[in-house]
């Protein structure tokens, strides 16, 4: 392994890259709940459907329908914790992702309460074009939500002396080793405050748009600056 280069995964799920020697940029940025719907046209054209990350793991209880209307009207309609998307069954450029966006999201919530007035819908292959008619035979469920609200670096990665974190949905965590004496400079520009602990330990906290240099002391990370 080349240590100060390679991307690094770690096993909370969470992507970081060592971008200059003993320099480690961690994105703690979670997943929100998707799915994909599939029109008749072709396998490509595709439209995935996103909860934004702050929706939770409720993304993950809502499924999609993908119908074709009985006439040339694009309908969105909920029920039961299922979005029901009707194509317009001959103009496939009132079925665009935007205007799918647009009808779902002008759903507020779902019965139950989850919240649809951010989610996002993307167009894949030539879906804006052609797509008038579903390739689903049945409900997609929404999937795959991950908080990613903490991480560890393993002892190779806990080399670096200075973690960058650059992305957080949350107030998160980095588990590193506490080894006696070992120095971190921390720059967190996550939006989000992020601690330097060891495992079941209480650690720091480094507040967004700050910087700090903190130690381990055998047990724990302790801090030797203050925020600045």
């Given at each position: 392994?080349?240590r100060f280069?390679?991307?690094?995964?770690?096993?909370?799920?969470?992507?970081?890259?060592?971008?200059?020697?003993?320099?480690?940029?961690?994105?703690l940025s979670?997943?929100?709940?998707?799915?994909i719907?599939?029109?008749?046209?072709?396998?490509?054209?595709?439209?995935?459907?996103?909860?934004?990350?702050?929706?939770?793991?409720?993304?993950?209880?809502?499924?999609?329908?993908?119908?074709?209307?009985?006439?040339?009207?694009?309908?969105?309609?909920?029920?039961?914790?299922?979005?029901?998307?009707?194509l317009?069954?001959?103009?496939?450029?009132?079925?665009?992702?935007?205007?799918?966006?647009?009808?779902i999201r002008?759903?507020?919530?779902t019965?139950a309460?989850?919240?649809?007035s951010?989610?996002?819908c993307?167009?894949g292959?030539?879906?804006?074009?052609?797509?008038i008619a579903?390739?689903?035979?049945?409900?997609?469920a929404?999937?795959?939500?991950?908080?990613v609200?903490s991480?560890?670096?393993?002892?190779?990665?806990?080399?670096?002396?200075?973690?960058?974190?650059?992305?957080?949905?949350?107030?998160?965590?980095?588990?590193?080793?506490?080894?006696?004496?070992k120095?971190?400079?921390?720059?967190?520009?996550?939006?989000?405050?992020?601690?330097?602990?060891a495992?079941g330990?209480?650690?720091?906290?480094?507040a967004?748009?700050?910087?700090?240099?903190?130690?381990?002391?055998?047990?724990?990370?302790?801090?030797?600056?203050?925020?600045?």
């Open positions: 392994m080349t280069l390679d991307e690094v995964q770690s096993d909370k799920g969470f992507n970081g890259s060592i971008t200059a020697l003993g320099t480690l940029s961690l994105n979670g997943t929100g709940s998707s799915a719907v599939e029109a008749a046209s072709a396998a490509t054209d595709l439209l995935t459907i996103a909860f934004p990350v702050s929706v939770g793991a409720d993304g993950d209880t809502v499924s999609v329908n993908l119908t074709t209307a009985e006439d040339d009207t694009l309908a969105v309609s909920e029920s039961a914790e299922v979005i029901t998307i009707a317009a069954d001959t103009t496939a450029t009132k079925n665009t992702a935007a205007l799918i966006q647009a009808a002008a759903l507020s919530t019965t309460g989850v919240d649809v951010a989610i996002t993307t167009a292959g030539d879906w804006d074009t052609a797509a579903t390739g689903e035979t049945g409900a997609v929404f999937s795959g939500f991950d908080a609200d991480g560890t670096l393993t002892d190779e990665i806990s080399l670096a002396n200075v973690i960058r974190i650059t992305s957080a949905s949350g107030a998160s965590d980095v588990i590193v080793t506490p080894t006696d004496g120095l971190y400079i921390v720059q967190n520009t996550s939006g989000q405050a992020i601690t330097l602990k495992s330990q209480t650690g720091i906290a480094v967004t748009a700050k910087s700090a240099i903190l130690m381990g002391n055998g047990t724990d990370i302790i801090r030797v600056t203050a925020d600045a």
